[in-house]
């Protein structure tokens, strides 16, 4: 950092200026290397200004410049003058050798303004260039050693010592560098020509020529120089060979090529360019036998040739190219003429073993033969061989004489017939081949085991299936022949459950039929496994074996049975309800067991006594007996129950056990058949009268009320239904359910198998609408065959549809509610109760006005409205 002295006026132009605009300025050098990091420190502004650090706040020093970017800034608090941006010298100030930034700082209250100049030092950031990346020479081959070039000159942003001070060439033997200073206008180079060149031996010459500055360390930069080197006409045309031999046939006919010349010329372009010619020696021209193309060399035939009148011709040929001073070349030309090969050989089969076993040695002769050629000298010498890939060979013996032997592998069960082609051929030229075919069969032996198809066989046998029965024919096949090829089936020793299988099976050894020996039990037995062995007949017999697994299938053979306390046959069971038993009060479960499995021991439970039938239920999959409804006076006080237990085989089993319901007046009376112990009389209390009397007011209360809400009820359904009659639901012997009045009916049909497509139908509130009849067929479809023309409300039918419901025996589901004025009738599927409810608790939900469908990925929904008058 240096202040440049102030010449005096200089001073007075300040003072003029402080006088009239009230500034003052002054002049800072301060030298600093480009593409120095920012933040560096140029120098400190209020030292060298003579302000106090404390004042440069105060009185708002900063830096202005004309700049489009922001190279410097002075810091406030230590009143350093810094780098704000990357200083280049070469992109500020191209191509000259000073560089530097003008300034002003500038100074507030008063206002003042200093003139500052940053002189930019060059640092070595450039490297030399080239103008362009590669240049190109043209330099002839004759060119004389010492010549010169001029080379390109390469440029560096640098300036001084960091410019380009020389030059360097890639290492050649041909070219040197002479590289020449020029003072201020730098450094240049010529390139020297040391060796003569030769341009067939390298036609392009490829040099690198490097540009070095002076900077520490240098950088360089690269010239790629690409020299041709021009061709002279000094090669003579060269021929492939000096002396050529041909042959021709004598039969060629005209046009037919001899041979194609070739002469290359090392020079090029005309220089190269080659023409052919005859030279006549004599009074022999040989352009009367043979044409030449003086273009492409080639000779071919043009008269007869006649190998008896002339066995050959030597022809002299010249190669001549087209430079301003022609130079030529000769070679020697052999042509001989060849006898033709017409005569093919002959093939003879003097002897045949035929057929040969498949197990033949190597070497085994099959055939002998003789070839013959009625051609002499190289036409009549043959040779022999087999065509294809076959598994013999031809043997020479003598000259022409041949065997054919064995060669590899034999296998009849691949191929039982070899159709061996032998083809005979000449040394002629070309050679002429004639072809036999010789047939060898191939006999059978012994060498393959019965193969059975499986190696595991299941077999299912159903349960008590006829003794005698065949149930399952085993087939072994063998690859062999005849003999060899005849299979016998046996059972190899194996128990069951210390029981030989043989005393259970039995197997035909020729047929492999496998026959029962005894009847099965599927409770008894479930599965069991042998194995079969298959020999073949052949001379040593072969055999395999195979794994026969025997799963029996169950048969629905056995009725249920039941469970305690209900196990006792021919026992008529007793189960007490009191008389205020609601709807629903279980009364008592029936479990029974199958023997069998999968649906021939699925189980459903019926009540087949139909007096059962009108007061109570049972659930179809559970067994539990339930009321219907409550007891009336017109009720039995005995009920005999008998339930049906029934399996899903076909044909069903079923089991039945009676129940006898006695209906007791209290709770008190109800005593099981755990309560058979010996009480303790006591006497009869003021307490138990007390409560007997309650007892009995409160039952006198219950039956009055029953009585008035039954006169009630009876009365409004007169008025309801005094067009129709009594509702009623029935069921048909074919398994449907219907509903039915005087004058309109709706059936709600299910299939058979009730178990599998359970249906749910239960009232909704929804508008009236003219009813139909609806059916559901065994494959959960629905079909409407009758209109109900009625328009009146009586209730609303809901139908749900489970097409996919294989274990609905173990839903208990609601199968359909019919209603009407004040009541509503419910019927369970699974325990076929119905239940009378009044109709006004659904009174208030919401109503649509037409039918609809809802369909889920199992189960599909129908609901359906019935009309009559509310």
């Known amino acids: 950092m240096y202040i440049l002295p102030k010449e005096e006026h200089v001073w007075i132009r300040i003072v003029v200026f402080l006088c009239l605009w009230h500034w003052a300025a002054s002049q800072l050098a301060y030298s600093i290397s480009e593409e120095v990091n920012k933040g560096t420190v140029v120098g400190n502004l209020a030292k060298d200004l003579n302000i106090n650090v404390q004042?440069?706040?105060?009185?708002?020093?900063?830096?202005?410049?004309?700049?489009?970017?922001?190279?410097?800034?002075?810091?406030?608090?230590?009143?350093?003058?810094?780098?704000?941006?990357?200083?280049?010298?070469?992109?500020?100030?191209?191509?000259?050798?000073?560089?530097?930034?003008?300034?002003?700082?500038?100074?507030?209250?008063?206002?003042?303004?200093?003139?500052?100049?940053v002189n930019i030092l060059d640092v070595n950031d450039n490297s030399p260039a080239?103008?362009?990346?590669?240049?190109?020479?043209?330099?002839?081959?004759?060119?004389?050693?010492?010549?010169?070039?001029?080379?390109?000159?390469?440029?560096?942003?640098?300036?001084?010592?960091?410019?380009?001070?020389?030059?360097?060439?890639?290492?050649?033997?041909?070219?040197?560098?002479?590289?020449?200073?020029?003072?201020?206008?730098?450094?240049?180079?010529?390139?020297?020509?040391?060796?003569?060149?030769?341009?067939?031996?390298?036609?392009?010459?490829?040099?690198?020529?490097?540009?070095?500055?002076?900077?520490?360390?240098?950088?360089?930069?690269?010239?790629?120089?690409?020299?041709?080197?021009?061709?002279?006409?000094?090669?003579?045309?060269?021929?492939?060979?000096?002396?050529?031999?041909?042959?021709?046939?004598?039969?060629?006919?005209?046009?037919?090529?001899?041979?194609?010349?070739?002469?290359?010329?090392?020079?090029?372009?005309?220089n190269s360019k080659i023409l052919y010619s005859f030279i006549k020696r004599g009074n022999i021209d040989p352009s009367n036998i043979f044409d030449l193309n003086s273009e492409t060399g080639e000779i071919t035939v043009k008269g007869g040739l006649d190998y008896e009148e002339?066995?050959?011709?030597?022809?002299?040929?010249?190669?001549?190219?087209?430079?301003?001073?022609?130079?030529?070349?000769?070679?020697?030309?052999?042509?001989?003429?060849?006898?033709?090969?017409?005569?093919?050989?002959?093939?003879?089969?003097?002897?045949?073993?035929?057929?040969?076993?498949?197990?033949?040695?190597?070497?085994?002769?099959?055939?002998?033969?003789?070839?013959?050629?009625?051609?002499?000298g190289k036409n009549g010498v043959t040779s022999c061989k087999v065509v294809g890939s076959v598994p013999f060979k031809l043997k020479s013996n003598y000259k022409n004489d041949y065997s054919l032997v064995v060669d590899g592998p034999l296998d009849r069960e691949t191929t039982s017939v070899y159709n061996v082609t032998i083809t005979a051929t000449d040394e002629g030229a070309p050679p002429l081949s004639s072809n036999k075919v010789i047939t060898v069969h191939v006999s059978d032996v012994n060498d393959n085991a019965p193969k059975f198809m499986e190696t595991v066989i299941n077999v299912y046998v159903k349960e008590n299936s006829p003794t005698g029965s065949v149930i399952y024919t085993v087939n072994a096949f063998d690859a062999d022949l005849d003999v060899n090829a005849k299979v016998t089936y046996t059972l190899l020793d194996s128990s069951l459950k210390s029981i030989p299988v043989s005393s259970i099976l039995n197997i035909n050894s020729e047929t492999g039929d496998i026959i029962s020996l005894q009847s099965f039990n599927y409770e008894e037995l479930k599965t069991f496994h042998f194995k079969v062995q298959a020999t073949d007949s052949g001379v040593p017999p072969l055999s395999s074996n195979v794994t026969v697994n025997v799963l029996i299938l169950d048969e629905n053979d056995n009725n249920p049975t039941m469970l305690a306390p209900y196990s006792e046959h021919d026992a008529v069971n007793i189960e007490n309800i009191p008389y205020s038993a609601e709807a629903g009060y279980f009364v008592a479960k029936i479990r029974a067991v199958d023997a069998d499995s999968g649906y021939n021991a699925l189980l459903s439970y019926h009540l087949s006594e139909p007096n059962g039938n009108n007061l109570f239920r049972i659930g179809t999959s559970t067994g539990e007996i339930r009321t219907k409804r409550r007891m009336s006076d017109n009720d039995l006080k005995t009920h005999p129950l008998v339930v049906l237990v029934s399996d899903n085989g076909e044909p069903s089993l079923s089991a039945t056990v009676s129940i006898d319901v006695v209906v007791v007046e209290s709770t008190a009376e109800i005593q099981t058949q755990f309560r058979h112990v010996p009480v303790k009389e006591d006497s009869f209390s003021d307490l138990n009268l007390y409560l007997l009397i309650a007892i009995v007011s409160v039952s006198v209360i219950f039956l009055l009320s029953l009585i008035t809400l039954i006169a009630v009820r009876c009365h409004r359904t007169d008025g309801t239904f005094s067009r129709y009659s009594a509702p009623m639901i029935t069921t048909h012997p074919d398994g449907s359910w219907s509903y039915s009045k005087a004058t309109q009916q709706y059936d709600v049909c299910f299939s058979s198998d009730t178990l599998k497509s359970d249906v749910v139908v239960f009232p909704a509130p929804f508008p009236p609408v003219d009813g139909e009849l609806i059916s559901i067929n065994g494959g959960d479809t629905f079909t409407r065959t009758q209109t109900l023309p009625n328009k009146e409300k009586v209730g609303h039918l809901y139908l749900f549809s489970f097409s996919a419901l294989k274990t609905a025996s173990y839903f208990f589901l609601v199968l359909g509610c019919l209603g009407g004025g004040g009541g509503i009738f419910c019927l369970f599927l699974s325990s076929t109760i119905f239940i009378f409810q009044p109709l006004s608790h659904y009174s208030s939900a919401p109503q649509v006005t037409e039918s609809q469908l809802v369909k889920g990925d199992q189960i599909q929904l129908y609901w359906y409205n019935l009309s009559n008058k509310s």
């Open 310 to 376: 002339t066995p050959a011709y030597e022809v002299r040929v010249q190669a001549t190219d087209q430079g301003a001073s022609p130079r030529s070349a000769q070679a020697k030309l052999l042509i001989e003429i060849i006898d033709i090969n017409d005569n093919p050989p002959q093939i003879s089969v003097t002897s045949l073993m035929t057929p040969v076993k498949e197990d033949a040695e190597l070497g085994t002769i099959v055939a002998l033969i003789t070839v013959s050629d009625k051609d002499g």
């Open 130 to 270: 080239f103008l362009e990346s590669r240049y190109y020479l043209n330099i002839s081959e004759s060119s004389l050693t010492g010549e010169r070039y001029f080379l390109p000159v390469a440029v560096d942003g640098d300036i001084g010592s960091n410019s380009v001070k020389t030059y360097k060439l890639s290492q050649n033997e041909h070219f040197s560098l002479d590289v020449q200073s020029g003072g201020e206008h730098g450094v240049s180079a010529e390139l020297v020509l040391q060796k003569a060149l030769d341009r067939e031996k390298q036609s392009v010459i490829n040099l690198i020529l490097t540009a070095v500055d002076g900077g520490k360390p240098p950088r360089t930069g690269s010239l790629q120089i690409h020299v041709n080197v021009i061709d002279v006409n000094d090669n003579i045309p060269a021929f492939s060979k000096l002396l050529y031999k041909v042959r021709v046939k004598e039969n060629a006919t005209p046009g037919t090529l001899v041979i194609k010349l070739n002469a290359t010329d090392l020079d090029e372009g005309m």
């Open 55 to 117: 004042e440069l706040e105060n009185r708002d020093l900063r830096v202005v410049s004309s700049y489009s970017k922001t190279y410097l800034n002075v810091n406030l608090r230590s009143g350093n003058l810094l780098v704000e941006e990357r200083i280049d010298r070469e992109e500020l100030c191209p191509l000259t050798i000073k560089c530097s930034l003008k300034l002003q700082a500038v100074l507030s209250n008063p206002m003042t303004a200093h003139r500052v100049e």
